[in-house]
């Protein structure tokens, strides 16, 4: 049965025409200590559902939602290895990675946990090597700069980790990122470094993507200009890679190669072997604590039932937005400086993940499915675009996410960051009626600029400290979110044919670029750019 015909689906309808003009005030006014039945702990994380547009009733129904969309068995599914992957024909288990229980998980009749220890033992070794010094460049010197060649799934993660964990990170190491084929990002990357101290790091899943093999092989040509001798590959490329036959190709030792496995999907494979720079960075004791992390949350979203699973109750509510609300978006604001990039992480996570419009059955859904994913840091986000969720036409539910302790203590600097979290839900929640800005004395004609409606759904998210540990939890429970809204969505959540187009569509076109040939057969749209791009670049 289509889930929006379904009786869950239909009575959630009906809910819905209920609470749809229930202000949050009236939610809070009705029940003072509706908090407590909103409220969700795991060690380090605490979880405050309360300031959304949410009873207690609406939770029973979205459950019961999870329950018709089969939830438990496919939680169940990823977590034994089936093939949940049915488009690429593969399982999913990016949950493997971090077992740290180190119970069998088996692929076609075989345990992988030992496969996964090795290249993580592999991994460690080396990051000791690099970090201690022991790593030497080819002239002798010891590597002060790593530079990690990667592109979607194979530079996000890691970027993203490195800047969220820098405290704990290795100071003589300078950590760098080169993704995109724009040949700026290469050459500003390169300019201050001295060659003999650099390590790249190549990581590519397939090792054929266009942009990585191509600023790849810009940093082998510029290596082998500095150092004057090929010989020096060895000593400054290691790759990371499902693909042993390219990694050769380019001339990069096997023994310097980390493996995956192609059931880790790009967009989750952080805790793969694509998380080296991360480890060289932090170390792998701490590289280890992420993973903890990553398993306490695997671990609840397996066992814990439904009404108490922080990412089956995040996703659900996400569902009574998106759905019943018909909200277009969803905003990500960490009071963290060090998770400046966690937005553009989960941007990835999430809309390539359920950017889908074609159901499990081959035919195009009828409703909304992944919601826009957009985010940046408190407090900077006040005083940029957080007019829009005040004062704004659209309803956009937040997350909230903050840290009870500072890594960095600084007078009372933490205090007003907190402050400034809380003070901003509880607007969103409660807004500021006629009557409390009148009170204030404001000219009459200035009033309704001066009211806010309130009612703007979010949830916190509030962690003791941001150690590796917690972080760990906090991608997990996204990981899990966006996993539990795939399956209510009946989509495939783990393919992303819409990135496979881009790679193949480029190939088409880059030979035209430079041919000599006016034989174009694409529209007249791109067939004018072509020849215009042309023209100009003869011009000069
Ligand atoms: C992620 C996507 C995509 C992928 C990149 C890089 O889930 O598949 O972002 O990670 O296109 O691919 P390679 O690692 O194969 O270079």
């Not at 409220?39 to 029973?60: A, C, H, L, W």
């Not at 800047?163 to 201050?192: C, G, Q, W």
């Not at 890594?407 to 007003?416: I, R, T």
């Not at 030979?511 to 100009?536: A, G, Q, R, V, W």
Request: aromatic residues 10%.
């Amino acid at each position: 049965m289509e889930l929006n015909r379904s009786k869950e689906w239909l009575a959630l309808e009906e809910h819905f025409s209920k609470l749809k003009d229930v202000h949050l005030k009236n939610l809070f006014e009705n029940t003072p200590d509706r908090v407590k039945n909103f409220i969700f702990e795991i060690p380090g994380m605490y979880v405050d559902i309360s300031k959304n547009r949410i009873t207690e009733e609406t939770i029973q129904l979205l459950l019961n939602l999870a329950r018709f969309a089969g939830l438990e068995k496919a939680i169940d599914d990823m977590f034994t290895g089936q093939k949940i992957n049915e488009t690429e024909d593969r399982p999913v288990l990016h949950i493997a990675l971090r077992n740290r229980s180190n119970k069998p998980i088996y692929v076609a009749g075989r345990d992988i946990m030992p496969d996964i220890n090795a290249v993580l033992s592999k991994m460690a070794d080396f990051s000791e090597k690099v970090g201690s010094g022991e790593w030497k460049g080819f002239s002798g010197k010891p590597i002060k700069n790593i530079i990690n060649i990667g592109i979607g799934g194979s530079d996000l993660g890691p970027s993203f980790a490195c800047e969220a964990l820098k405290y704990y990170s290795n100071r003589n190491l300078k950590m760098s990122f080169v993704s995109n084929i724009d040949p700026t990002h290469i050459v500003e990357t390169l300019i201050d470094k001295s060659a003999e101290e650099t390590l790249f790091i190549i990581a590519s899943k397939t090792f054929t993507t266009q942009e990585t093999m191509t600023n790849a092989m810009t940093a082998r040509k510029w290596l082998i200009k500095k150092m004057k001798d090929d010989k020096a590959i060895a000593s400054h490329f290691v790759a990371v890679s499902t693909n042993k036959k390219e990694v050769v190709k380019f001339g990069i030792d096997p023994a310097n190669m980390f493996g995956f496995w192609d059931w880790v999907g790009g967009r989750y494979s952080l805790t793969s072997a694509i998380g080296l720079p991360l480890m060289i960075s932090i170390g792998s004791r701490n590289f280890f604590d992420l993973l903890e992390g990553y398993h306490a949350m695997d671990c609840h979203f397996r066992k814990t039932p439904l009404e108490k699973n922080i990412p089956v109750l995040l996703g659900m509510i996400g569902i009574w937005y998106n759905n019943f609300f018909k909200a277009e978006s969803h905003v990500i604001l960490p009071y963290d400086q060090y998770l400046h990039r966690f937005p553009a992480y989960l941007q990835q996570a999430d809309m390539e993940s359920n950017g889908k419009s074609v159901a499990k059955n081959g035919k195009k859904t009828n409703y909304q499915t992944g919601p826009i994913i957009w985010g940046e840091p408190g407090t900077n986000g006040q005083h940029a675009f957080y007019q829009l969720i005040h004062q704004g036409t659209r309803l956009i539910p937040a997350d909230f996410i903050g840290f009870v302790r500072s890594l960095n203590p600084q007078g009372d600097h933490h205090l007003k960051l907190i402050a400034n979290l809380f003070a901003q839900t509880r607007a969103l929640a409660f807004g500021k009626n006629e009557k409390a800005v009148r009170a204030e004395g404001i000219q009459d004609w200035l009033v309704p600029f001066m009211c806010f409606e309130g009612n703007r759904p979010t949830t916190t998210i509030m962690l003791d400290k941001l150690t590796p540990a917690n972080l760990g939890k906090l991608v997990a429970l996204y990981e899990h979110k966006i996993f539990t809204q795939g399956i209510i969505w009946n989509i495939f959540s783990f393919d992303q044919w819409g990135v496979q187009l881009g790679k193949a569509m480029a190939n088409n076109i880059l030979p035209e670029l430079s041919s000599n040939s006016n034989n174009l057969e694409h529209d007249s749209s791109t067939n004018n750019l072509i020849e215009y791009f042309k023209k100009m670049q003869e011009q000069q």
